[in-house]
């Protein structure tokens, strides 16, 4: 079992920064592939990043450049550097654990609220 809990979501203004955090629970964190996906209102849940266990990242299109993953096996956390936030970015964004050979996320924090405004 993984718990998550997500932080440092807010209100900014276009252009702003923002650093989100997922907190993991258990020992075997860094065995997990990690992911950060985001859902506006109206819309379905979309994949924005994730970070394997050895490290290696994916970013949907309309993000690369500007949001950069991260992970610290050693604090049990997985971060989402936010850069240059656009109004289209408001959007509840959630953090999910995927086990080593799993294809779906087994594991999902409670989200965190990001909004940004023109």
């Known amino acids: 079992q993984v718990q998550l809990v997500e932080s440092g979501g807010g209100l900014v203004q276009a252009g702003d920064s923002l650093r989100l955090s997922c907190a993991a629970s258990g020992r075997t964190f860094s065995r997990y592939h990690m992911g950060w996906f985001r859902q506006a209102p109206g819309k379905e849940r979309e994949l924005v990043a994730h970070i394997t266990s050895g490290g290696s990242t994916y970013y949907v299109d309309s993000v690369k450049g500007r949001l950069t993953i991260s992970r610290d096996n050693a604090k049990n956390t997985v971060y989402l550097q936010m850069n240059s936030l656009k109004p289209e970015d408001t959007a509840v964004y959630y953090c999910?654990?995927?086990?080593?050979?799993?294809?779906?996320?087994?594991?999902w924090g409670q989200g965190t609220q990001v909004t940004v405004s023109s």
């Open positions: 999910a654990a995927r086990g080593p050979g799993k294809l779906i996320y087994d594991y």
